[in-house]
């Protein structure tokens, strides 16, 4: 089965500096990939998705993340933050040739400080 | 509305009591979800319906009962629960079972 990994529980950056989510999962074969953004009450949205194609992916909000095979990993990356992306960010792994059995990670709580 | 809606947003019920939770999906979908969010642990998948058809059941207890009358529609039904069950349940949709999946801003039930 597979599983995923999210190392980092929470993050602090100040507003304007880079961020790097790391995501690793264990799967046997070339995974879809996800990662949700979830605001505190709210539900989850999607940020980016990897099926195939070009390993680096951009996503909504000005994210992107790359995936890389020889490492099992797809981390989440933003040059820029800002103090609205402060939320949890979850990866998700699907099995290949289906979205519908998403293993998700414990997340990771991102703080924004001004 | 637009989206993946689900009502209530908030529900408190005794042990005893049975109550249901209403997703409806404005997004001409076929496939829905239930997941279950608690502290502290990974999102879980507890349900799949494809077509109205149930694909999915993970190991579910039976005091949780869905319901998909159509496409649009999904209902989880809840009797006699735990406190353990206490939880955001989250609904998503997606076209088909290879998809993305959307969702909706969940309903946070305390069960008393």
């Known amino acids: 089965a597979q599983s995923v990994t999210q190392p980092d529980i929470h993050i602090t950056v100040s507003e304007g500096a880079s961020l790097e989510l790391r995501c690793n999962y264990s799967?046997?074969?070339?995974?879809?990939l996800f990662w949700y953004v979830q605001s505190p009450g709210q539900g989850l949205q999607l940020l980016l998705k990897y099926f195939s194609g070009d390993t680096l992916v951009q996503g909504i909000k000005g994210f992107e993340a790359e995936f890389k095979r020889s490492q099992s990993s797809f981390n989440l990356r933003k040059p820029s933050v800002h103090w609205s992306d402060a939320a949890e960010y979850f990866c998700a792994v699907g099995l290949t040739g289906t979205a519908s059995k998403l293993t998700f990670g414990t997340g990771t709580r991102l703080q924004v400080t001004l | 509305e637009t989206g993946v809606t689900q009502t209530p947003r908030h529900l408190v019920m005794g042990m005893t009591n049975k109550k249901s939770l209403k997703c409806e999906q404005h997004l001409g979908h076929n496939a829905m979800y239930w997941y279950k969010q608690s502290a502290k642990k990974p999102l879980e998948l507890m349900f799949v319906?494809?077509?109205?058809?149930?694909?999915e059941n993970n190991s579910v207890p039976s005091r949780f009962s869905p319901e998909c009358p159509n496409s649009s529609h999904l209902f989880l039904h809840l009797h006699t629960l735990q406190p353990e069950d206490s939880a955001l349940y989250l609904c998503?949709?997606?076209?088909?079972?290879?998809?993305?999946?959307?969702f909706g801003p969940g309903t946070r039930l305390t069960v008393l």
């Open positions: 799967y046997g074969a070339t995974p879809y």
């Open positions: 319906y494809n077509f109205k058809e149930q694909t």
């Open positions: 998503a949709s997606s076209q088909d079972l290879l998809d993305t999946q959307y």
